[in-house]
C-alpha cells in the first residue's frame, strides 16, 4: 500500500512538472497562465510530496489492515481529485464538479486525521526516522 503512495506522488510531481512546463510556454509566448491552471498546479505539488511522505509515515508507523487501506485511498483520491476538479470544473466550465473539492479535501483531512491518531498513539519504541540517532550524535 505505501508502495501506492510513493508511486502516486512521483507520478503526480511529473504531472505537476509537465502542467508547470505548458504554463512555462503560455508566459514565454507572451500570455499568461490562468489562474485555475496555477492553483491546480500547486495542489497538485504539494500533495505529490506529502503522499511519498505519507507513504513513508505509513511505514514507520507500521498501520496495517483497515487503516492502512483508508489512509492510502483516501489520500491518493484527494490528492488527484482535487486539482483534476479545479482544472476541469473551472478550465472546462464543467462547473457541477466544483462543489466536489470539498469531498475530495474532507478526504485528505481524514487521512490526515488517522495518521494524527496513530502518531499520538504509537511508541515508535527508538525506531524512527533517525534509525537510533540521537542530537548528541552530532
Do not use: N
Not at 490528492?79 to 483534476?84: A, I, K, N, S
Not at 487521512?111 to 542530537?135: C, F, K, S, Y
Request: charged share 5%; with cysteine; net charge positive.
Amino acid at each position: 500500500m505505501t508502495r501506492t503512495l510513493k508511486t502516486s506522488g512521483f507520478l503526480g510531481l511529473t504531472v505537476m512538472m509537465l502542467v508547470g512546463m505548458y504554463q512555462h510556454s503560455l508566459v514565454a509566448g507572451g500570455g499568461g497562465a490562468p489562474s485555475w491552471l496555477v492553483g491546480g498546479h500547486a495542489h497538485l505539488g504539494v500533495l505529490s510530496i506529502l503522499a511519498i511522505v505519507m507513504g513513508f509515515a505509513v511505514d514507520a508507523f507500521a498501520l496495517t489492515g483497515r487503516l492502512r487501506s483508508a489512509v492510502t485511498g483516501l489520500f491518493v483520491v484527494g490528492q488527484w481529485l482535487l486539482p483534476v476538479s479545479v482544472w476541469v470544473g473551472v478550465g472546462l466550465g464543467v462547473t457541477i464538479l466544483l462543489p466536489a473539492i470539498f469531498l475530495w479535501g474532507l478526504c485528505l483531512i481524514v487521512a490526515m486525521l488517522i495518521m494524527v491518531w496513530q502518531a499520538a498513539t504509537t511508541d515508535l519504541g527508538g525506531r524512527g526516522p533517525t534509525r537510533g540517532a540521537t542530537p548528541a550524535d552530532d
